[in-house]
């Protein structure tokens, strides 16, 4: 006997570019998250909050390299220049790597290779509305190749950022605020969906520790909806019948939550880390949690340059790298020349 089954796929065209997501700064990497309420002058985190802004970033170049799951690598360039009246105008082009596979026809034979890559391209202008407000805005395009496939889309982050003379400070930002102009089919068109993150951090004066809670996605409560294990946690009402899912629970709070904490003893060097409840939740195994969903980075502060090293647990196979190097044009001039 034959039975029909229908099942539902995930719909390409509900693709948001998830790429994007993944941090461009080590920094937010070693936090846990993007890390738009902790700033420390790394023109990398104008990716994560286009809000941060300071004269140091003024002429500064930043190169980053992370060695993702698998065979997943990516790369990304940033340059920052104050512009007088306008602001800090930067720029980062982001690649995405998948690395090569093989294809082959149903029947397993090899017809050759082919390659899947991801690019973003944005421009950002920041401005600071006063001593302790900033805000600023990031257009970008983005660009999916995948097999003979490929998506392109613009979109926009948009920023805010306050700081106190006390060492507390605010952030929060809309993402993706755009369009998909062309999806993996090649004929439709459809607006993304934005997020909303709020970020808060707080540098002790008395004790070199600066700590930090972000809480992601406000836009959406139940991110557990495609979690197996809590779409099965059904409640039956004895009268009707009826089953039902409980979606106000301290589980869906904590995916929006991550915590983190820097320890600072100088100006030339601080560790930092994080925990990603979300990361852990979804990506851990019941009987072998392990450290999934913790992070720790470090920077170091040498002559002119800034160097930058995180890790971060996705898998027990294996965790994320990020390394990170910035300098700025004006520590190579010399004092004659200025």
């Keep these: 006997m034959l039975q029909c089954i229908g099942t539902f796929a995930q719909v390409g065209s509900n693709s948001n570019f998830y790429f994007s997501e993944m941090p461009v700064s080590p920094i937010a990497t070693g936090l846990g998250v993007s890390a738009v309420g902790a700033y420390d002058t790394d023109l990398n985190q104008v990716v994560s909050n286009p809000a941060f802004i300071d004269s140091t970033l003024d ?11 698998s065979d997943i690598n990516q790369v990304s360039l940033s340059y920052g220049q104050l512009v007088d009246g306008v602001g800090l105008v930067s720029g980062y082009l982001r690649y995405l790597d998948y690395g090569t596979f093989q294809e082959t ?5 090899e017809l050759g290779e082919f390659s899947s890559s991801d690019y973003e391209l944005g421009i950002t202008l920041g401005k600071t509305y006063s001593d302790k407000i900033s805000y600023g805005v990031t257009v970008k395009q983005l660009f999916s190749n995948l097999y003979k496939q490929f998506a392109y889309g613009i979109a926009a982050d948009i920023g805010g950022y306050y700081s106190t003379e006390k060492g507390l400070s605010f952030g929060v930002t809309l993402d993706n605020v755009g369009m998909r102009m062309v999806d993996y089919s090649g004929t439709s068109f459809s607006w993304m969906k934005p997020s909303v993150n709020l970020g808060i951090s707080k540098k002790f004066s008395k004790a070199p520790l600066q700590i930090g809670l972000q809480y992601n996605n406000i836009e959406t409560w139940d991110l557990a909806v495609n979690d197996i294990d809590q779409a099965n946690n059904l409640t039956v009402d004895q009268l009707t019948g009826e089953s039902s899912r409980r979606t106000f629970t301290f589980d869906n709070l904590a995916r929006h939550l991550n915590i983190s904490v820097a320890f600072i003893p100088s100006k030339k060097i601080n560790i930092f880390g994080g925990f990603n409840a979300r990361r852990r939740l979804e990506l851990a195994a019941n009987q ?4 999934i969903g913790f992070s720790l980075g470090t920077q ?15 898998h027990l196979n294996g965790a994320v790298n990020h390394l990170g190097i910035t300098t700025n044009l004006h520590d190579w001039y010399s004092k004659k020349a200025l």
């Design 105 to 109: 026809d149903e029947f397993g034979q």
């Design 59 to 69: 002429q500064s170049i930043a190169l980053s390299y992370q060695n993702y799951l």
């Design 300 to 314: 170091i502060r040498v002559s002119r340059f800034n160097f930058q090293y995180a890790l971060s647990s996705y």
């Design 288 to 291: 072998r949690p392990a450290l």
